[in-house]
């Protein structure tokens, strides 16, 4: 999922894609326990590039010095995430488990084993649709994407017969990590930026940062309001393709010690034979999605935002919303889908945040 920009002073925008999107601002509350009076509070903001996309930390405080540095401890923080879960660096933990001979028992820092049991759970729940060990699968169609081809009916079968969170074995007392079979690979991208967003929300809570913004491409993390708001402003754009798009822009809310997340395939798609393709893989028949659909979650951790935002895009519209009601109903979902006529829906369920209303 994803690449974004800051748009305004006041405003942090991501738009959907497989990549996502929103837009952020401000809130309202006394940070008492840091005991400092609200004028004497100033914003600052920091960017850095992480885990290919660009990461996004605004905050308040009345030291800049002080400022500079939490940001700075901050982002090491976020690097040592990206050490722990990615799959693109070849020493990582993750591919440290993943290198590891079959049912070989492995130790686990305590990141990498809460996110793997966040994600086991995430597989129970969902039948399977979120999967952490679908690594074989997306490895496979990386290397298709570059080349601009499908891959064949047997590398997509061969792919699938090593995936399945149930030959991931993880021990709670121990906290350490078995692979059953040869040739696993595991992939967090579906839950590694939301599980990095409320990470860094926590650091910064624990060195006295009681408002904050952390976004992820398509994810963003919350804290308390900034002085003197109602909330942190977010932008929804949950599936805008372009500035004439009747969704564009349009739809603002508050957010306060919550995440957001939109997920779908307005820019991670490819086309090939003139046929569409979402970056956003099936676990259930190892392809790219070819159902245009968009989806933005608001929940109390980003490491849930983050990875049903996904789930409902896999599950489509109608199954996504039984899934989120009957699993997850204190999650809040916005659709968005296109159907076979090329019309655009739209479903925003109750308890979403209604949009702003801003005067001219």
Same mark, same amino acid.
Request: hydrophobic share 35%; charged share 25%; with cysteine.
């Given at each position: 999922?994803?690449?974004?920009?800051?748009?305004?002073?006041?405003?942090? !925008?991501?738009?959907?894609?497989?990549?996502?999107?929103?837009?952020?601002?401000?809130?309202?509350?006394?940070?008492?326990? +840091?005991?400092?009076?609200?004028?004497?509070?100033?914003?600052?903001?920091?960017?850095?590039?992480?885990? #290919? =996309?660009?990461?996004?930390?605004?905050?308040?405080?009345?030291?800049?010095?002080?400022?500079? &540095?939490?940001?700075? =401890?901050?982002?090491?923080?976020?690097?040592?995430?990206?050490?722990?879960?990615?799959?693109?660096?070849?020493?990582?933990?993750?591919?440290?488990?993943?290198? @590891?001979?079959?049912?070989?028992?492995?130790?686990?820092?305590?990141? %990498?084993?809460?996110?793997?049991?966040?994600?086991?759970?995430?597989?129970?729940?969902?039948?399977?649709?979120?999967?952490?060990?679908?690594?074989? +699968?997306?490895?496979?169609?990386?290397?298709?994407?570059?080349?601009?081809?499908?891959?064949?009916?047997?590398?997509?079968? $061969?792919?699938?017969? &090593?995936?399945?969170?149930?030959? %991931?074995?993880?021990?709670?007392?121990?906290?350490?990590? *078995?692979?059953?079979?040869?040739? =696993?690979?595991?992939? %967090?991208?579906?839950? #590694?930026?939301?599980?990095?967003?409320?990470?860094?929300?926590?650091?910064?809570?624990?060195?006295?940062?009681?408002?904050?913004?952390?976004?992820? !491409?398509?994810?963003?993390?919350?804290?308390?309001?900034?002085?003197?708001?109602?909330?942190?402003? *977010?932008?929804?754009?949950?599936?805008?393709?372009?500035?004439?798009?009747?969704?564009?822009?349009?739809?603002?809310?508050?957010?306060?010690?919550?995440?957001?997340?939109? !997920?779908?395939?307005?820019?991670?798609?490819?086309?090939?034979?003139?046929?569409?393709?979402?970056?956003?893989?099936?676990?259930?028949? #190892?392809?790219?999605?070819?159902?245009?659909?968009?989806?933005?979650?608001?929940?109390?951790?980003?490491?849930?935002?983050?990875?049903?935002?996904? *789930? @409902?895009?896999?599950?489509?519209?109608? $199954? @996504?919303?039984?899934?989120?009601?009957?699993?997850?109903?204190?999650?809040?979902?916005?659709?968005?889908?296109?159907?076979?006529?090329?019309?655009?829906?739209?479903?925003?369920?109750?308890?979403?945040?209604?949009?702003?209303?801003?005067?001219?």
């Amino acid at each position: 999922m994803k690449i974004y920009q800051l748009i305004a002073v006041t405003f942090l !925008s991501l738009a959907l894609c497989a990549c996502k999107h929103c837009t952020t601002t401000e809130t309202a509350q006394t940070l008492t326990t +840091l005991h400092i009076p609200n004028s004497e509070l100033q914003r600052f903001e920091y960017t850095e590039p992480h885990m #290919g =996309m660009l990461f996004y930390i605004i905050f308040y405080l009345d030291d800049k010095d002080r400022a500079d &540095h939490i940001a700075e =401890m901050a982002f090491e923080r976020v690097e040592q995430l990206n050490t722990i879960m990615s799959d693109y660096i070849p020493n990582s933990e993750l591919n440290h488990l993943t290198d @590891a001979p079959k049912g070989s028992e492995i130790p686990l820092s305590d990141d %990498l084993f809460e996110v793997l049991s966040i994600s086991k759970k995430l597989y129970k729940a969902s039948n399977g649709a979120f999967d952490p060990t679908m690594g074989p +699968l997306t490895h496979l169609w990386r290397q298709c994407r570059k080349a601009g081809t499908l891959p064949s009916p047997e590398e997509v079968k $061969e792919a699938l017969s &090593h995936t399945g969170c149930e030959k %991931l074995i993880l021990n709670k007392k121990r906290k350490t990590a *078995i692979l059953k079979e040869d040739k =696993m690979q595991l992939d %967090l991208g579906g839950i #590694g930026k939301g599980f990095t967003s409320d990470k860094i929300i926590e650091f910064l809570r624990q060195h006295g940062v009681e408002s904050a913004m952390v976004a992820a !491409s398509g994810d963003i993390a919350v804290s308390n309001p900034p002085p003197g708001k109602e909330g942190w402003t *977010i932008q929804v754009e949950t599936f805008t393709e372009s500035e004439d798009d009747p969704d564009a822009g349009n739809y603002i809310i508050y957010l306060n010690n919550e995440a957001i997340s939109t !997920s779908g395939d307005v820019n991670q798609f490819i086309e090939i034979d003139g046929k569409r393709y979402s970056h956003i893989i099936d676990s259930k028949t #190892g392809s790219f999605l070819t159902h245009r659909v968009g989806c933005t979650i608001i929940h109390k951790h980003a490491v849930y935002s983050d990875a049903l935002a996904t *789930i @409902a895009c896999i599950k489509g519209e109608k $199954e @996504a919303l039984r899934f989120l009601k009957k699993k997850y109903p204190e999650a809040k979902v916005r659709l968005a889908w296109i159907d076979e006529s090329e019309q655009k829906h739209y479903f925003t369920a109750p308890n979403f945040p209604t949009p702003l209303e801003w005067e001219d």
